[in-house]
T-cell receptor, first 114, second 113 residues
Framework: EAQVTQNPRYLITVTGKKLTVTCSQN?????MSWYRQDPGLGLRQIYY???????DKGDVPEGYKVSRKEKRNFPLILESPSPNQTSLYFC?????????????FGPGTRLTVL | QQPVQSPQAVILREGEDAVINCSSS?????VHWYRQKHGEAPVFLMI?????EQKGHEKISASFNEKKQQSSLYLTASQLSYSGTYFC??????????????FGAGTQVVVTP
């Protein structure tokens, strides 16, 4: 089944404890992206990747890191999480090299930073 | 800058029509529309590209006014399953941020029996 998977789905952590949220797609997609969703603000792009080893900042990259070493994986790293990073996170992928095609979203990761 | 969606919310009865608008202050290459049900991931509805190409479901219609950088999503003869939050996403015509996708704050749609 074609899908985007994220792990973990739920995470409660404490301020400053490094964490990684994994994202994997099995559709051989070029484009992958991370978003955070907060009430009243919609989806805000954190980072995106047009291809392996190519990543770029979205609108809210501060406090986050990403890497794209393989085509299928695009992990999101929070090296020192803070309470303002409590949010719902979505990973997405697309077959095109840019935002000109369908974005397939993962199921989401709900992160709480205490 | 995020695109601006209107209205913020709309309540419909089954069978009624509604229009959701999305506008940007920047020149756009593409406009995306997604629907999100509570507790679920956004699901693709439609993409409109500069030049008139459209990709999406046959039962969903939308328009893209390239001169005004505005898009509208038309919910016709609404069904209960249309309930959810609708988001537009926009990609700008720029080479230095090609790949960036910005979403509006969303429009909550409630369809009642």
């Amino acid at each position: 089944e074609a899908q985007v998977t994220q792990n973990p789905r739920y995470l409660i952590t404490v301020t400053g404890k490094k964490l990684t949220v994994t994202c994997s797609q099995n559709m051989n997609h070029e484009y992958m992206s991370w978003y955070r969703q907060d009430p009243g603000l919609g989806l805000r792009q954190i980072y995106y990747s047009m291809n392996v080893e190519v990543t770029d900042k979205g609108d809210v990259p501060e406090g986050y890191k990403v890497s794209r070493k393989e085509k299928r994986n695009f992990p999101l790293i929070l090296e020192s999480p803070s309470p303002n990073q409590t949010s719902l996170y979505f990973c997405a992928s697309s077959s095109s090299r840019g935002p000109t095609d369908t974005q397939y979203f993962g199921p989401g990761t709900r992160l709480t930073v205490l | 800058q995020q695109p601006v969606q209107s209205p913020q919310a709309v309540i419909l009865r089954e069978g009624e029509d509604a229009v959701i608008n999305c506008s940007s202050s920047k020149a756009l290459y593409s406009v995306h529309w997604y629907r999100q049900k509570h507790g679920e991931a956004p699901v693709f509805l439609m993409i409109l590209l500069k030049g008139g190409e459209q990709k999406g479901h046959e039962k969903i219609s939308a328009s893209f006014n390239e001169k005004k950088q505005q898009s509208s999503l038309y919910l016709t003869a609404s069904q209960l399953s249309y309930s959810g939050t609708y988001f537009c996403g926009t990609a700008e015509m720029t080479t230095d941020s090609w790949g960036k996708l910005q979403f509006g704050a969303g429009t909550q749609v409630v369809v009642t029996p």
